[in-house]
Structures are given as C-alpha cells and as structure tokens.
C-alpha cells in the first residue's frame, strides 16, 4: 500500500508529464526515499498506482542503478571505480574499506550500517580517489581519514 | 583573459543570488532578445558565432536549432544535458554548482530562439550540491518573473523542470535521455525522426550540454564577433579544460580555444608528478582517441585535435604516466563501457565484455597469440557504423589508439603458442 505522502508526491510528478507512465521512473525515486529500497511488494503497488504491470515497471526498475531492488544498509558507500580514481589509486581505498566494514562491494555489514558499491565516475576526477557516503562527496581521500568519516554514520 | 563562463563564480564556488548575479550583468540577455530581437534572430547570432557542442560531439549550436519548426503547435521542449558521467569529466559539475543563474538564463534564451515552452534540466543524481543550487535559482528566477507565463510582459511562456536520474550512462545520449524522461529505459532512439522534430513526448525537442548553454547569454550580449575573438584559432570560443591523473596540480580551467596540450599539462596542471613521465592522454573523456608525446603542441580545439586522430570531446584529459599499466588503464574502461552498455545491439552488448575478458587475461599476463589481432578486429566491429548509438565506437577509441602507441605493451603479456602447451618460456629480450 503507497501511504497518502507517497500518492501526493507521485501526483505531482504525474502532473508536469502528458501521461502517468511517464512519471514511473519519479513514483520508483518517490517509494525509494521512503523505503530505502523498492521490494517486490512496493514494485506491485506502485505498478498498480502508475496503472502498469509489474513486469513493465521492473524493466524500467532494473535498468537504472540508482534503484535498488534488493535491501540496502542505512548508508550507502559509493567508491568511484573510473579511470582517473583508478590512476589515483581508488583500489587501495575499496580495500581499506573492506578491512574497516568487513563488506566487499555489493555487501551490507552485519549490524546494516553501511552498503558498499562501485560506482562509474563521480564527476570531480581532479579530486580523485573520491567517494559518495549517502548525500556527502569525499575526494583527495587518504586511507587516514577513513576512521574520521565513517565515525560521522551511525 | 577574459572569461566569460566563470569570471563571476566565487573564490569559495558558493553561487550568486539573482541580486548578484543582476550585478555582474545577469539576465541583461534575456532582456535584451525579450525588448527586440525574433527567435530568427537569437538563432541567426549563435549560428554566426559558430558555437559548437560542448558535450563530445561538438556539432555547431545554431544549425542544430535551426531543424526545429518554429510555427510547430507547443508544446516544444528544451531540454540542458546535465548528466555528465563521462568517466574523466568534471567540467559541468563546476557551472552547475557554482553558476547555475547563468545556466539558467541560457536556457530561457534558447528556448525563445526556437519557442520553447517548456524545459528541463537533467541532472545526474550524484550532484546533490548542483540540485540543491538550481532549485533555488529556479525558484528566484519565477519570482523575479524570468520564468513562467508572459515574461517580463513579453507574451513569451516557459516552464522550467529539474529532473534528477536515476544513475545510468546512457541517459547522457540524447535520444535514450528522452527515452528516460518518458519514463522507459534508457535506450536510444532511431534516427530519423530527430528529436529536433519529434523528441520528447513526439514533440520539436532540443537537447544541449550545460556548457553549451551557458555560452549563449554571452554570445547574445556581445555578439558573434567577439565569442570568435576569444579563441586562439578559428574554433571560437573559451573552453572549460580539466586535466586528471598523475600531475602535479590536477584541476579545471577556462580558457582560449586552442590552447595547447603542452600548455595545459605542463603550465596549468603543473607538470607530471615527480619520478614520473609523460606517456600519453585521452585529451576529451573516456571514448577518445590517446595522444602521446609527439601531439604536445597540438591545439585543443575540435579541427585541430581531430586531425591529430582524436577528438576535443569533453575537454577534459586524463593523463597516463609511464608508471601505469597501459593494460590496466584500457581494462577500466572497457570495464565501464560494458557495465554500462544498454544492451540493445549486440556488437556492443557481446563484445564489449569479450574484450574485457581478454584484457583482463592479457593484465593477468594470460594473454594468447592472436589475441592482439583480435581486439584489432573488435575495434572495427564495434567502430562506427556498426552499431546502434555511438556508446561502444567511443569505447573503441582509447583502445584502438593504445594497441596503435602502445603495442608493446600489449605484447609484452601474450605468451607463445609453444610456451602454452609445454609451460617453457622463450624470452626474447
Ligand atoms: C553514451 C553517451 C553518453 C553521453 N553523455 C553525455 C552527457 O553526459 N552530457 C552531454 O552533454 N552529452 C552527452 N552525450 C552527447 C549527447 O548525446 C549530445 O550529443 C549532447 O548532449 C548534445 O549537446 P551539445 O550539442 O550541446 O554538445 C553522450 C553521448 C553518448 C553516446
Ligand atoms: S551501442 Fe551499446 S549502448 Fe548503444 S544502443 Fe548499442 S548496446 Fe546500447
Ligand atoms: S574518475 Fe573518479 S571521480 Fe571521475
């Protein structure tokens, strides 16, 4: 079931385009913002609301990699695995992490405390290795500080 | 220097309020096409100005404008590429973030040349700081009445949109960037139609980069003449140039077109960090060409880095120094290139990881007679012409360029045929 808050954002997403379908991909951001993930439960009901069936939905769902269809931990570690982070040693840093969190890309620590992903470039390459924890941007990251930023995400 | 797309942005990159951004001149363009000039005539000026594309291709502005009907029914959309993902890319972050007032005004002004009335941004979801600043520049902008219906009294309309994504590579190719605001998966669309005629919801529809469209309240206000007088060569303009990898003094700069890649390395990003040399540079994004040593004085405009078996593309150069694995570099691209790839044609979706693998073998020091060849071959089967958008041609680039400059490289990993069956090596020094 959407709760009231969810059907009124989605309804003003549905607003500024011709028709409802078109709105999906916003209903799927609204949900997930709410839920931290979409489920296959949400995925039915938001299909229901964007008057889709599920399977069309969950082919726009699973192209994007910003919506996630599995659970994710309370905060989300994104390490930029491109090209410049690369050159500047982007492996070193996903290697400390995963000595620090014991997760692996792909994984949710234990206590669901943080998620760790690989993502393509993060647009600041003359700042690399960079990372996005939730809504925050680190760059020019030194293993060092890792212990300080992690602290700030309970 | 002049400096027209960042001369006004903070030491510390806060962005201007409207108020402040009226001071240094804001929003005089809108004003002065709103008060005299037809939509013929903005258009006429960016033709003449020659502006061209600064989201890779570079394909000149004002022809590109010139496709759309402008006595189509509306609604019509201009649409601003905002989601840079280009790996090596950082350039329209900096306008977005710290100029988006100046984004903004482009915007209105582009799209009364071709009578749009409506808009959106696209914006990559990673920019958090750029979402946060439009918004409110938006906001300021309908309250000043720049935006919304009959602006400044003029009986010109515009809605503008912020519409953030949802992480995907391809939402940048413009087709699959309208597939993707209508809801479906990012996946480009067949040409023709072009969009310029039936693009977003089958409706006239312009798609330019952030850059782009922060050049025309400039090109308007001081005329196509002194845009061509900014640049060092006859590609007009200024540039926003980025330089990342092993310098001294990585960052972003804008400057004359045409300025030269040793310019850019060895004054602006401080030279190569110490102990290391100079091997070679993608000078434009992830899908271009490598140049190496003998281009360093080759000018960064779109003609000349062209001719140089490249392309200007982004602007932004990623450095490759002697201390990195050529393999390895090339690997991290595929790799992206093929995470990324949409699946739709199957050169791209099939080949792509194919090539990853064999570089992978070949970093390993796995690598097999034949599989340079075979690469080669790839290059072609995935180059231009053989496949659906122009993802996987661009993947082609940096790795056709490597095995050209870099051969040995590749070489020096692929063990004979004999050294495979019997485990002997033959080394050949
Ligand atoms: C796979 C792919 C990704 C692209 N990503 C972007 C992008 O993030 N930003 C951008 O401006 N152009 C991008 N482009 C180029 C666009 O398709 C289009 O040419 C450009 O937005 C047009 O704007 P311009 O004429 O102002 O350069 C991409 C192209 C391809 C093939
Ligand atoms: S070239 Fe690649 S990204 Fe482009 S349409 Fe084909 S599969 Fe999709
Ligand atoms: S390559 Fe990591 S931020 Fe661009």
């Not at chain 1, 620590?109 to 960079?130: E, I, Q, V």
């Not at chain 2, 040593?293 to 593309?313: N, Q, T």
């Not at chain 2, 690598?367 to 661009?394: N, V």
């Amino acid at each position: 079931m959407l709760t009231a808050e969810e059907k009124k954002e989605i309804d003003e997403a549905i607003h500024i385009v011709p028709y409802r379908q078109a709105a999906c991909i916003e209903a799927l951001k609204v949900v997930q913002n709410h839920r931290k993930w979409v489920s296959d439960e949400s995925l039915k009901d938001v299909a229901a609301y964007m008057e889709m069936t599920a399977e069309e939905l969950d082919s726009v769902a699973t192209f994007y990699n910003m919506i996630f269809r599995k659970p994710v931990g309370r905060h989300i570690i994104l390490v930029c695995d491109s090209i410049s982070c690369w050159v500047m040693g982007y492996e070193s840093l996903r290697d400390e992490l995963t000595k620090k969190l014991g997760i692996k890309f792909g994984e949710t620590s234990a206590d669901n405390r943080f998620t760790m992903l690989p993502n393509p470039c993060l647009g600041t390459c003359d700042c690399a290795p960079a990372m996005m924890i939730g809504n925050d941007l680190y760059r020019n990251i030194t293993l060092d500080q890792l212990d300080e930023i992690l602290k700030k995400y309970e | 220097m002049e400096k027209p797309l960042t001369g006004h942005i903070r030491e510390d990159l806060r962005p201007l309020t409207l108020k402040e951004y009226e001071k240094v001149g804001g929003y005089q363009s809108l004003k002065k096409i709103l008060k005299g000039m037809t939509p013929q005539a903005v258009q006429a000026v960016v033709k003449e100005s020659n502006l061209r594309g600064r989201g890779g291709a570079g394909f000149p502005t004002g022809m590109k404008w010139s496709f759309v009907p402008l006595d189509a029914p509306k609604p019509k959309y201009l649409i601003v590429n905002a989601d840079e993902m280009e790996p090596g890319t950082f350039k329209d972050r900096l306008l977005l973030e710290s100029a988006p007032h100046q984004l903004i005004e482009g915007m209105i002004v582009s799209a009364y040349a071709i009578q749009a009335d409506q808009s959106f941004v696209f914006l990559r979801w990673a920019y958090k700081v750029a979402a946060h600043n439009i918004t409110k520049a938006v906001q300021e902008a309908y309250e000043a009445g720049y935006l919304g219906k009959n602006i400044l009294g003029s009986g010109f309309n515009l809605e503008m949109h912020l519409h953030t994504g949802v992480g995907r590579y391809m939402c940048g190719e413009e087709t699959a960037l309208l597939n993707s605001l209508e809801g479906k998966r990012a996946t480009p669309r067949a040409k023709p139609p072009f969009p310029q005629v039936s693009g977003l919801f089958g409706k006239p529809t312009i798609v330019n980069n952030v850059e782009t469209l922060s050049c025309i309240p400039h090109i308007v206000n001081n005329g196509a003449e002194w845009f061509q007088k900014l640049s060092l060569t006859n590609d007009p303009g200024t540039k926003l140039f980025g330089v990342s990898g092993k310098v001294k003094k990585p960052g972003l700069w804008e400057l004359p077109m045409g300025v030269t890649m040793r310019e850019l390395i060895e004054k602006y990003a401080g030279g190569m960090q110490d102990g290391l040399k100079f091997r070679g540079a993608l000078p434009g994004g992830a899908s271009t060409d490598f140049l190496v040593e003998e281009h360093m004085d080759v000018k960064m405009d779109y003609p000349s880095v062209a001719a140089a078996g490249s392309r200007l593309g982004t602007g932004t150069m990623i450095v490759l120094d002697d201390k990195t694995s050529v393999v390895g570099f090339v690997k991290n691209l595929i790799h992206f290139f093929a995470q990324e790839s949409c699946g739709f044609c199957t050169p791209c979706r099939e080949g792509l990881p194919w090539i990853e693998k064999v570089l992978n073998a070949i970093d390993l020091k796995e690598g097999r007679k034949g599989d340079i060849e075979m690469l080669e071959a790839h290059t072609k089967l995935l180059g231009p012409g053989m496949t659906f958008c122009a993802l996987a041609p661009g993947a082609m680039e940096p790795l056709q360029s490597a095995i050209k400059y870099f051969r040995k490289d590749f070489e020096k990993y692929i063990k004979d045929q004999h050294e495979q069956k019997s485990g002997i090596r033959t080394v050949t020094a």
